[in-house]
Every structure is written in C-alpha cells, then in structure tokens.
C-alpha cells in the first residue's frame, strides 16, 4: 500500500489529473514504466496516454524497450497517444505500424494504399485483388494517419502541410476504392474522373470529414454513351460504398457527391458536356463558389484536368452573371444566419467560425477574381495572402484573421482526433479543455490560457465581415502610406456593385465625405463605417441608407452625443441602418429632426405615448405661444413629426401591428387637430377682439373616424357650431367660418413637416355645400334629404376636437340616423349594392391592375369596409355591439351576434390587415402614398422586404396578396352581394 502511495503522489506531481487511477495501472502493467512517466508527464492527456501504453505493452511487451531506445519514436508515440483514444486503439490492434512512426517520412500514399488493396500502382487503371482489400485500405490508412498525427503533435509538420497530406491522402484513398470498385464493374466502356470539392478539392483537409466529390465520365472510343454512363455510375457507387461500409476496422468516411448539378435530384455521374450545359444554364453562384475549390483527385486525372479548365472559365465570369448581387447577399445572409443558429462554442458554424470566414474570403474572390487572376487560389490562407497582397484586404486585418483561421482548424484537429469523429463543439469538460491547451502548448494554465486565445481569435473573426468587405472601401479613398496597397477605385466599386449597392461610384462619395480628414469626427466615423456598410447592404435599399446617413451625419455631426451613441450603442446603430435603408418617409422626417435618433435604442422608447399626454405637450406648446398662431401650430407639427417618426420606426421594426398603427396615427391626428384649433380660436378672438360666439366641434370621419389612419391619409372631417345663447346666428356663423379656414390654413402651411390636409368633402352636399353648418342645420338637412350613402358615411363619424359637450349631441343625432331602429330598407340596401358596383367600375385609376389595388381591388380595404357597414346599417338600430366606427371591431361583433361565420370574419380581416399594411408598407418605403402593389420588380422586392419577406420572397409576397384578396373576394360575393 505503501507504495502505491508513493506512486499515486509521484503521478500528481507529474501532472496526472487521475493519479490514484493511473497508480493502479501502472501497477497493473506488470511491466516496469518508471522511467517512462517523466516523458508521459509532458503529452497533452498523460492519463490517457498511459492508458493506452499500458495496454500496448500489454499487447507487445517490447515496445517499451523500443520507446526508451529510441527518443524521436518516444516523442512521437506518446504525443499520439496524449491526444488521441482512437488512435492509441489502432495501435494496440496494430502494434506493427510502430515501424511507420519511427520513420521520418514515408513514401507516396496512392502507392502504399493500392498496395494495401492488392493493386498495382503502375498500371493505368488498379484492380484490387484478394478478400481483405477493404480493412487492408482502413488499416493503411489509419497507420499514415497515425504517422501525420505524429509529425503534427510534435511540431515537425506545419498547419498547411498537415492538411495538404490530409487530402492527398483522402485522394489516395479514393484511388484505392476505385480499384476495388473494379472488381465488381467492368470498366472498358467508361472513363470516369472524381473530382475533389471543398477542402479536399482545395487541399485543407480535416482530419475527420466528408470527402466532397463531383463525378465526371466519358465513354471510350466507339462505346455507346448512355451505356458508358451506366457503367461508370455502378462504379461511383461502388467507390462510395469501399469508402464508407462497415468493416472490422470500422469505415474511412462518407463520400458526399451533393455538390454536383442538381444536387441529390441530379444523376450522380455526367459527361463533362452535361456538366457545361447545367453550369451555363442553371447554376446558381453559390455552385460557381464550390467549383472554386475543384481538383482532380482519382481516377482518369486527364479527364479531371479538361473538366477542371473548361468550369473555370464559368468560375470566373460569374460575377458578370444576372442575379450576382442578389445571390451574394444570400450567401452572405446564409453565413450570418449559422451565426444566429449555432452557440459560440461551434468553432465552425458558431459566430465568427471557420465557415464564415471560408465562405467570406470565397466571394471576395468571386468579385475580384474575374480581373486579378493571382487570386485564383483554392485554400483560404493562400487565397487570404492574395487578398492582401492585392489590397483587398487590409495587411493587418488578413494577418489577424489568418491566425483566427489556423488557431481555430488546430483545434478542429485536435478535437477531432481524440475520438475520430466528426464534431466542431468545443467541450465545456475542464478535463477536455485542459487537453486542447496543453497539446497546443500551454503548460502552466492550459484551461485558462486556452479560453482566453480562443476567445481572442473568436471575437476578432466575429467581425469578418467588417475586416473583409468594408473596411477595405474606406481605406480606397483615404490617405495611406505608400507600402500599404490599396483597393483601387475600380474594385472598391466592384465590391460595392456585389454587395448590393446600385450606385457604387455615389456610395463611395459619400463614403469619402463622411470618413475623410483628420477630425476627431471622421476618425469615429471610419470606426463606424465599415460596420454601418454592412448593415446599410442588408437592407433593401443600401443606397438610400448610406445617403440617409450622410444627411443625418452632416446635420448632427457637430454634436457631441451623436456619434458617440452611435459608437457606443450598437442597438442604435444598427436600428438606424435598417430604418435609412428600409423607409424613405422615415427618413425624411429624420433628416428634419435629426436629433430624433435619440429614439432608436430602446424598444421602450418607441412605444406608442397615450394620447393625454400628447394633448399635455401640445397644449403647453399652443400655451407659449398664444399671440403666435403659426409659431405655435408649427411646435405642434414638430411634435407630430417625432410621433410619426416613433410610429414608423416602430412599424419597420415590427414592435406594433397594423390596428395599433392606425389607432396611433388617428390618435395623433386628434391631437393635432385639437391643437390647431386652440390657436386658430385664439387667433380669431384676438382679430375680433372678442370671445367667439359659438362653441365649435370638428367631426372625425372616414378612416380617422374609424381610428385607422394611414401615413398618407388626410383628415376627413366635418366642422360644426352651435351659437352661444344670445349670440346672432349671422355673426356666430362667420366666426365659425373664420375659425374653420384658419385651421385649415395653419395645418396646410409650407414646412417641413409632413401636412395634415383637411378633407371637409363628406359633409352634406359635398364641396357645393356650407363648409360649417349648426347642430340645427345638420339635423334639418339629414331630415330631409339624407341618402343611404350619407347614412353610410356617418358610421365612421366620431367626435375628435373642439367642444366635446357639442360633439356629443352631434354624435346622438347622426345615432338615428346611421343606426336605424328597424334596419335600413331592402331598397336602400339595392341602392349601396349598386354605388359599390359603379365605385369597382369607375374609380379604379386608368391603367391600374384590379387585382393589386389595396383600396378599390377585388379583397381590398372597399370590400372589406362595405360588408361590415352594411351589416351595421342593417342591425345596429336592435344590436347595439354593432355601434362602432372601427371595421374590424364590427366584424368580431357580427360574429359574436350571429350574423357572419367566424370562418368568413377570419378571411376579411386578413383581407383588411393585408392591404392595410402593404398601402402603409407603400408610404413607408416610397416616401410617397400609392394604393396598388407596385408593377417595378425593384420597388416591389423592397416592398416585400419591409413588408417582413425574406430578400427572394417578392414573388412569394405576390402570391400571398393575390391569394388572400381573392379569397376575400369570394366572401364579398356572397355576404355582401348574396340574398
């Protein structure tokens, strides 16, 4: 016992993190390993080492003497054994390829693993021979990769030749499958080369990997084609199957062939003129993107380097292809969307791993590789060096990213070594992370020396894409010293061209304007940049955001807080991006109150204020300024302009859905409107030098009676009066007339605001009647000459301003008259059936597609709005939830009383919220109103795209309008038009 303390406390010291375990298997052993342990103390696992020598030496007992005989076998073996489970394990069933370690290099790999199969290297086309040719392949395969293994632990072999021998190997190894292939397919009809893809193609290999191929076949002379095609896809098939089948010595790996033509749904093998004519036809970029990485790997290499010249001339013209912009934005937006998916410890998919990084240097080089053919390179690194040396990429930030790249494959290497498996998740097992560090050289706190490196090089490739794409366009058109390239003008647009931006040379104009100098602002602003490039191109509209930019940086620029929150509020920044590049109104209101910006950072602050406080503003500002009727109406519509732009921000960012938009609009229109009117009483009590002589009340109608104002909309009102008691009606009226035009003009008054145009045209008699009229004399007109239209009209009146006593009566009058007690008659009825038929046939704009009209379309807002007023006309007078100015709240309510099936209620408010919100979506991005989906495939994508569509979801959107108007439609017939 004594002694397996001594020997437990011996191993502690030394670094075993088990040593009580690793004490009994030293005694265990039987063997003396004494003299052993110090060199066990220095591999990256010592406990897994020992493991695995203990029952090496259990299995050959004179490998030990071999070990200590031998020091350069010593340090190799035990740096394997230290990373490496799987490997150890090959050793102890193979003892015998500790002869294979021991040498300093070996010979040509397809030589070594054809022999493993029986083949003959030297003949043209191997055929293996004998029973074990499957494990032969696997044990020689894995004895070479021990070997490499070896070399790489130990340092005597760098990153790029480990990975190139890796995929020469693999190559190999293909060769090798292909020989036993023959065996079960005769081959005198066929030529078939396989074609390396992806790291393999691009000789960067990981140790563990799918081995990405495209097979391509020609019939020999005088074969028969389809014959020959047959023949060399049951020899494809064959190939991949010696690759993976399960054997006693396990399998080597998958063979993916899903990169070529048409994927899994095309035919595995082709002629190479197949494969010209579906590059040239239908290949997307992302297809182009993996031929960059093409090699000839096995079989008729001939045939591989005929196919491999004839797709580069389409690799490197792709980016003269239709739809290149748009395909790289959808790569890019596939890379960034693993950064979302996968967690920060995938070293490969997660944030700023290998896949970004592979996939970013890769379309740079579809840019730019058309016109500079030294970067036509097939690994990163070598393609990362050309980019750099060509000015693509700035030195420092492709050093940097260089060293992300190789720190981060080391350790997909290593992790992938310990078992031979497939996996890219860094372990949260200190026991693990302890390894990783200490096989990379880290002794003294290899866990914490390790997350701190990996942390490092993780954060510093998280921001690719700004290294890569857009810093690069900044230092195009800034001073540089002399021995730093630059981008040139011509690329820097290219670049700019395929990343989205339809006026490169204008982009880079601004691009000048905002990061040049030497001030302490452009300084910020060239920290800023190049991640606000990146941002601005993911929206629809990259131009218009990086102008909008500039205009809202020339404004605020000067002040001290603007860039720093921008620097500092990242949520801000990127918030501001989307919004300049997503809607011209918003930016429009931005660019004449810049310091609304301020609003952008928390959702907090773009919730919709509740109208009495709004009221509590504008009141105030209408207080301060009571002899100033403009100035104050102008403080008014200053408030109204920050509401809409918080509204709007709101609406691109999806915070609020298209009812509470309208309520959040009309709400503000009442504001505005009360306000208007206080300074416009004011104004004409100070002219008639006394109180006005009659209370007045302005009546909501249309859309902003219904709480569903639009951006676009104007205010449909009605303006009442009622003569104080003693006051002459003559006089009354002419005050009230007074007060009428002066709202209108002060609301109508050039500023940069958007206008709030009064719409008086509803009011009895239309433009040919009194703009004002008395209670009296709205109640004495709709006696007597009323129409059922007018009836109709009034189910949207709501009173907004003014005296709300007044308003009140106004509202019980018109109750009569739009909720009659026995419903409106059959007649009546006929008489709205037909002015809906007239309204379809007649004020549809000349030109305008029917389908796509939001308001007159078939589906569109008319037809919704109609089926719910002439259910409210009809019941409303014995069933009061039907009294309400809102045409969705009329639809639950006809549901809930019985009269429209829920499923029917369903389908037209789907209706209504659709064009609601694309003829907000319209104002939003134009920065001018339209009622119709916009013909322009441009417009309409970036209509799509604020619209919540993915970037090729236009037609989709298409699709779906159509698809829930016509179904609306189809209730209209009947509800509306039935019966």
Same mark, same amino acid.
């Given at each position: 016992m004594p002694r397996i303390e001594s020997t437990a406390a011996r191993l502690a010291r030394l670094g075993f993190a088990d040593a009580a375990t690793a004490a009994r298997l030293v005694e265990q052993a039987g063997v003396e390993l004494g003299d052993l342990l110090d060199a066990l103390a220095g591999v990256a696992d010592p406990d897994l080492a020992l493991a695995s020598l203990t029952r090496l030496a259990e299995r050959e007992p004179a490998v030990l003497d071999r070990l200590r005989a031998d020091g350069a076998l010593r340090e190799r073996v035990l740096a394997v054994l230290g990373v490496s489970a799987a490997l150890g394990e090959h050793l102890v069933r193979h003892p015998a390829q500790l002869d294979t370690l021991a040498l300093p290099g070996l010979g040509e790999a397809r030589a070594e693993l054809l022999r493993a199969v029986g083949a003959d290297p030297g003949d043209p086309e191997p055929r293996a021979t004998g029973s074990g040719a499957l494990a032969g392949l696997r044990i020689a395969y894995r004895g070479r990769l021990a070997h490499l293994a070896a070399r790489d632990l130990t340092g005597q072999a760098g990153f790029q030749e480990v990975t190139a021998e890796l995929s020469d190997l693999a190559g190999a190894a293909l060769e090798a499958a292909l020989a036993i292939a023959r065996t079960e397919v005769d081959t005198d009809d066929a030529r078939l080369a396989v074609i390396g893809m992806g790291k393999c193609g691009a000789r960067e290999l990981n140790y563990i990997s799918d081995v990405d191929v495209v097979f391509v076949a020609e019939p020999r002379e005088g074969a028969d084609e389809t014959k020959a095609l047959r023949t060399a896809t049951r020899l494809a098939q064959a190939m991949m199957r010696a690759c993976s089948a399960a054997t006693a010595e396990g399998s080597l790996w998958e063979v993916d062939a899903g990169l070529r033509p048409e994927g899994r749904s095309g035919p595995l093998v082709r002629t190479l003129a197949s494969h010209l004519a579906y590059y040239r036809r239908w290949a997307k970029t992302w297809e182009f993107q993996a031929l960059l990485k093409a090699r000839p790997v096995a079989g008729d290499l001939e045939l591989g380097q005929e196919y491999v010249g004839a797709v580069n001339e389409?690799?490197?013209?792709?980016? !003269?292809? @239709?739809?290149?912009?748009?395909?790289?934005?959808?790569? +890019?937006?596939?890379? =960034?969307?693993?950064?979302? $998916?996968?967690?920060?410890?995938q070293i490969k998919l997660g944030p700023g791993g290998l896949r970004d990084i592979e996939f970013a240097v890769q379309l740079l080089q579809l840019v730019h590789g058309r016109l500079d053919p030294l970067l036509r390179r097939r690994a990163t690194l070598p393609a990362l060096a050309a980019l750099s040396r060509g000015g693509y990429v700035? #030195?420092?930030?492709?050093? *940097?990213?260089? =060293?992300?790249?190789?720190?981060?494959?080391?350790?997909?290497?290593?992790?992938?070594?310990?078992?031979?498996? +497939?996996?890219?998740?860094?372990?949260?097992?200190?026991?693990? &992370?302890?390894? &990783?560090?200490?096989?990379?050289?880290?002794?003294?706190?290899p866990v914490g020396e390790f997350t701190t490196r990996w942390r490092r090089h993780a954060s510093q490739a998280r921001r690719l894409h700004e290294k890569l794409f857009y810093r690069p366009l900044l230092q195009a058109v800034a001073r540089l010293p002399e021995t730093e390239a630059r981008l040139s003008t011509s690329a820097a647009e290219a670049r700019l061209g395929?990343? *989205?931006?339809?006026?490169?040379?204008?982009?880079l104009r601004h691009i000048a304007a905002l990061a040049g100098g030497v001030s302490r602002r452009a300084a910020i602003q060239r920290t800023l940049l190049p991640v606000m490039l990146g941002w601005f191109a993911d929206t629809p509209d990259p131009d218009a955001a990086l102008l909008g930019f500039r205009q809202v940086s020339d404004k605020l620029g000067a002040t001290p807080w603007y860039l720093r929150l921008l620097r500092d509020e990242t949520a801000v920044a990127q918030r501001l991006a989307r919004v300049?590049?997503?809607?011209?109104?918003?930016?429009?209101?931005? !660019?004449? $109150?810049?310091?609304?910006?301020? &609003?952008?950072?928390r959702d907090e602050d773009l919730a919709v204020r509740p109208p009495e406080a709004l009221l509590g503003e504008a009141s105030a500002a209408v207080s301060r300024y009571?002899?100033? $009727? =403009?100035?104050?109406?102008?403080?008014?519509? $200053?408030?109204?302009? #920050?509401?809409?732009?918080?509204?709007?921000?709101?609406?691109? /960012?999806g915070l609020i859905d298209i009812e509470r938009v309208g309520v959040a609009l009309s709400a503000l229109n009442d504001v505005t409107l009360q306000s208007a009117l206080d300074a416009a009483i004011g104004k004409v009590s100070a002219e008639r030098r006394g109180e006005l002589p009659t209370r007045f009340a302005i009546i909501a109608m249309g859309r902003l009676g219904g709480m569903e104002s639009s951006y676009a909309s104007d205010a449909d009102v009605m303006f009442v009066h009622r003569p104080l008691e003693g006051a002459a009606e003559r006089d009354a009226t002419d005050a009230a007339f007074a007060v009428a035009n002066e709202v209108r003009r002060l609301l109508a008054l050039p500023a940069p605001d958007p206008p709030l145009l009064i719409d008086p045209d509803l009011r009895p008699e239309g433009r040919q009647g009194p703009l004002v009229r008395t209670l009296a004399s709205y109640r004495a007109y709709y006696a007597r000459w009323s129409s059922p239209w007018e009836s109709q009209a009034l189910l949207r009146a709501?009173?907004?301003?003014?005296?709300?006593? &007044?308003?009140?009566?106004?509202?019980?009058?018109?109750?009569?008259?739009?909720?009659? /007690?026995?419903?409106?008659?059959?007649?009546?009825?006929r008489q709205i059936r037909r002015l809906k038929a007239r309204m379809e046939a007649e004020r549809l704009p000349r030109g305008a597609d029917p389908a796509l009209h939001t308001k007159l379309g078939p589906g569109g807002l008319s037809d919704v709005e109609w089926v719910a007023q002439l259910q409210q006309l009809r019941h409303a007078g014995a069933l009061p939830s039907l009294r309400t100015t809102r045409t969705l709240k009329a639809l639950r309510a006809a549901v809930a009383e019985g009269l429209l099936d829920a499923a029917d209620e369903t389908v037209l408010a789907e209706a209504w919220r659709c064009a609601s919100g694309v003829r907000d979506a319209i104002m939003l991005v134009k920065g001018r109103p339209g009622d119709s989906v916009p013909a322009s495939a441009r417009e309409r994508r970036h209509l799509?795209?604020?619209? *919540?569509?993915?970037? @090729?979801?236009?037609?989709?959107?298409?699709?779906?309008?159509?698809?829930? !108007?016509?179904?609306?439609?189809?209730?209209?017939? +009947?509800?509306?038009?039935?019966?």
């Open positions: 389409l690799v490197w013209s792709a980016a !003269t292809r @239709d739809n290149f912009v748009e395909d790289v934005q959808a790569m +890019r937006r596939r890379v =960034e969307a693993h950064v979302l $998916a996968e967690g920060e410890r700035g #030195r420092d930030d492709s050093r *940097g990213l260089a =060293e992300a790249y190789t720190f981060l494959r080391q350790v997909e290497h290593l992790l992938q070594l310990h078992r031979l498996r +497939r996996t890219h998740v860094l372990p949260e097992d200190p026991a693990d &992370l302890r390894r &990783l560090g200490r096989a990379l050289g880290m002794q003294a706190d395929a990343l *989205g931006y339809v006026d490169p040379e204008g982009a300049l590049g997503t809607s011209r109104y918003a930016t429009q209101l931005l !660019t004449h $109150a810049p310091e609304a910006v301020a &609003l952008l950072g009571t002899d100033e $009727a =403009e100035t104050a109406v102008a403080a008014v519509r $200053a408030l109204r302009r #920050r509401e809409l732009f918080r509204t709007a921000v709101a609406d691109v /960012a709501r009173f907004s301003a003014g005296d709300a006593g &007044l308003g009140s009566a106004f509202i019980a009058m018109v109750d009569e008259l739009r909720y009659p /007690a026995g419903g409106i008659t059959d007649d009546a009825v799509a795209r604020a619209l *919540g569509y993915p970037a @090729d979801g236009s037609e989709d959107f298409l699709d779906d309008y159509r698809r829930v !108007t016509r179904r609306a439609r189809q209730v209209v017939e +009947r509800v509306f038009y039935g019966d």
